[in-house]
T-cell receptor
């Protein structure tokens, strides 16, 4: 079955860039997503990328997709303390299956 | 829209008791998903509905778990009897279509503690 892997922890200094990485196994993935979960809250959709794209930029967020290596990354520029949260990568196969989530990367931002 | 609404936010119950978790999806969304989040397993899909009909319940851990969606605006997840290993955060999510650029909208979750 599909599998999505992420590193569990990342620590960065305020003002630096954060890069959160994700690998997935399903070569038929159609949409790939990044969700953010703040303490005590549900998951909030940050951004998504369609599989025919290599890059997507949205303000401080840049998503890179390497389909050959099945690698997805989320770059947060000028990381702020408010960015401290758990970030989940998710993918779906052809839009016909429920989203499969990674275990999440806990980002800690040090002031 | 107020988003996906789950109740209660927190539930503490004794082992063996019945627990019912509730969810109101976003109006107009035709898919509803129940997920369970634990430190060990991350987010697990338990069951999902399309137009109120259960489509895949293969993630439901045991017969002690059941879910219903009597109408488009309400779903329940029931655990009977509850056990300490059921302690987790349970999320409900809804979407328009199975997957698209809209992704899923999640509720705030119900934190269940079984003692």
């Amino acid at each position: 079955g599909e599998d999505v892997e992420q590193s569990l922890f990342l620590s960065v200094r305020e003002g630096d860039s954060s890069v959160i990485n994700c690998t997935y196994t399903d070569s038929s993935s159609t949409y790939l997503y990044w969700y953010k979960q703040e303490p005590g809250a549900g998951l909030q959709l940050l951004t998504y990328i369609f599989s025919n794209m290599d890059m997507k930029q949205d303000q401080r967020l840049t998503v890179l997709l390497n389909k050959k290596d099945k690698h997805l990354s989320l770059r947060i520029a000028d990381t702020q303390t408010g960015d401290s949260a758990i970030y989940f990568c998710a993918e779906t196969h052809s839009g016909n299956t429920p989203l499969v989530f990674g275990k999440g990367t806990r980002l800690s931002v040090i002031a | 829209d107020a988003g996906v609404i789950q109740s209660p936010r927190h539930e503490v119950t004794e082992m063996g008791q019945e627990v019912t978790l509730r969810c109101k999806p976003i109006s107009g969304h035709d898919y509803l998903f129940w997920y369970r989040q634990t430190m060990m397993r991350g987010l697990e899909l338990l069951i999902y509905f399309n137009n109120n009909v259960p489509i895949d319940d293969s993630g439901m851990p045991e017969d002690r778990f059941s879910a219903k969606m009597p109408n488009a605006s309400f779903s329940t997840l029931k655990i009977q009897p509850s056990e300490p290993r059921d302690s987790a955060v349970y999320f409900c999510a809804s979407s328009f279509g199975r997957a698209s650029q809209g992704g899923y909208t999640f509720g705030s979750g119900t934190r269940l503690t079984v003692v």
